[in-house]
């Protein structure tokens, strides 16, 4: 990037002396000076080759710095020196340096928002808003970082942004905080609740179809036992019934022979 710094528009036909003081931070003042009736330029204690006349100074008076640097940053003074009177024109020189933006989070749910090496220094704000603990630190060629921490473990947000306010431009991230510790074991018990009542679920069928099974079985064997009782009874029933004439004739002929014993003494001793 270049800078282009003018001096007081006057006419070149008129100019007797021009001179550039430059007057940077923290180094000594330097110049840069042109006589038009000798077309002679003079520097004095300039080192920085950025510097130099935009073009030919009988032509432009105008200086330039290609390319800008944040270590230009300082007063360019331009004086005229005419027959109708001296005119200055002056310059206070801030080189602007956008920051570079991170967002990350630490331990605990705790985000930090840094703008790095900034010029000037940025500005953080967060969504959801928040007050939050911001520090600076300043580096030697004029930048500074700035950095914001955010915890976030007691309030129960799922994503968190961070605004970077600066001149050059704005800027913003964003990022999806991580479960802490005690949410995550509470995650892990709920996740194991569905497990839990599955593997119950599962014990509880093979129960019941063990259980069911069982029933089933010596239901089946009580309902058998009758038949196999009435099979094994039957037979005997059969014989009994098959063998009780048999019985009752042998009786009924034993009988009447004790009876015809009966009568034949009785008749004997009747007669």
């Known amino acids: 990037m270049k800078a282009v710094l003018y001096c007081p528009h006057i006419p070149l036909t008129t100019v007797v002396l021009t001179t550039w003081e430059i007057v940077l931070r923290d180094k000594p003042s330097c110049t840069r000076a042109y006589r038009t009736d000798t077309n002679e330029t003079k520097e004095g204690n300039c080192t920085d ?14 200086l330039q710095i290609d390319p800008v640097d944040i270590t230009h940053d300082g007063y360019y003074g331009c004086q005229v020196v005419t027959p109708d009177g001296n005119f200055h024109h002056g310059y206070h020189l801030q080189v602007l340096v956008p920051p570079e933006v991170t967002l990350f989070q630490s331990k605990n749910r705790t ?105 089933k079985g010596k239901l089946k064997k009580t309902e058998a036992n009758p038949s196999v009782e009435e099979d094994e009874m039957q037979p005997y029933a059969s014989y009994t019934e098959k063998n ?5 004739t042998a009786n009924k002929v034993k009988m009447s022979r004790v009876l015809q014993s009966e009568v034949d003494g009785t008749g004997l001793n009747t007669l």
């Open 244 to 248: 009780n004439p048999l019985y009752d």
């Open 49 to 62: 080759k950025r510097i130099t006349w935009a073009s030919r100074p009988d032509e432009t008076l105008t």
């Open 111 to 215: 985000v930090v928002c840094r703008a790095i090496a900034g010029k000037p220094a940025a500005q953080i704000s967060w969504t959801p808003q928040r007050a939050c603990e911001t520090k600076q630190e300043y580096w030697d060629n004029g930048t500074v970082t700035v950095q914001s921490t955010c915890p976030w473990e007691e309030h129960h947000v799922p994503s968190v942004s961070c605004t970077v306010s600066h001149v050059t431009s704005n800027k913003s991230l964003s990022l999806e905080l991580n479960q802490g510790p005690q949410t995550t074991t509470n995650l892990r018990i709920l996740y194991s609740i569905p497990c839990i009542f599955i593997v119950l679920a599962i014990g509880g069928s093979i129960w019941l179809l063990k259980n069911g099974g069982c029933r």
